[in-house]
Structures are given as structure tokens and as C-alpha cells.
């Protein structure tokens, strides 16, 4: 299983982005799915979750500037960022609770994806 995280790059405060994150390999579900950012010596923090009937939540400094969604045929998280400032600068993270099929059982693990830099600068 693999997470391919996307959509990344500068862009001017005030402007707006789109992160795409998509799973493939042998997944029989997707549960939970969501967003973190990681800025330069910081830890690693909630942006934003889904769960797989479409349930959100969000972090303070997000919420009305952000949204997340998701396309399960395409197995595949979205984050559209507005708004953005220079406080929302960090490497992106999509993370994912993949349920696997296997021997006869379903077996679900965390996944994480590769970050997708974000850098708002004028």
C-alpha cells in the first residue's frame, strides 16, 4: 500500500492550493483519512480528518479556510486550502487507516504519505 501525496508548491498569501492524496494497492477499504503538516521545528500537527461516511474535523487555525474530502472510488483525499498564510508553511502529510484482506481476515494499519511542501511567501 502506498499513499501519493500531491498538489504542493508557493504560493502568495491570500492564495489557495489543492493537496491530493491517493492510495492504491491492495486496499480493501479506507477508513479514517486525513491531513498533517509539519513545519521546520515543529512537530508534526492535526490539519484535518475524514472518515469514510464523510464525517470532518478540523484544527482552529484552519477551520473556514480549509476543506477536506475524499472520492473512495478513487481512493483518493483532498485538502483545498484558502485563504492560506504565511503560518500554514510546512510539509504536508496524508495519513490513512487502510483495511488490507488477507489469509481469510481484513487487517487495518496507518499509512503515511511521502509530504507535499507548501510555502506561502509573497
Known amino acids: 500500500v502506498q499513499l501519493q501525496a500531491s498538489g504542493g508548491g508557493l504560493v502568495q498569501p491570500g492564495g489557495s492550493l489543492r493537496l491530493s492524496c491517493a492510495a492504491s494497492g491492495s486496499i480493501s477499504n479506507l477508513n479514517d483519512m486525513g491531513w498533517y503538516r509539519q513545519a521546520p521545528g515543529k512537530q508534526r500537527d492535526l490539519v484535518a480528518t475524514?472518515?469514510?461516511?464523510?464525517?470532518?474535523d478540523y484544527a482552529d487555525s484552519v477551520k473556514g479556510r480549509f476543506i477536506i474530502s475524499r472520492d473512495n472510488a478513487k481512493n483518493t483525499v483532498y485538502l483545498q486550502m484558502n485563504s492560506l498564510e504565511p503560518e500554514d508553511m510546512a510539509v504536508y502529510y496524508c495519513?490513512?487507516?487502510?483495511?488490507?484482506?488477507?489469509?481469510?481476515?481484513?487487517?487495518?494499519?496507518?499509512?503515511w504519505g511521502q509530504g507535499t511542501l507548501v510555502t506561502v511567501s509573497s
Open positions: 475524514i472518515t469514510s461516511g464523510g464525517s470532518t
Open positions: 495519513n490513512a487507516d487502510v483495511v488490507t484482506y488477507y489469509s481469510g481476515s481484513y487487517f487495518q494499519h496507518n499509512y
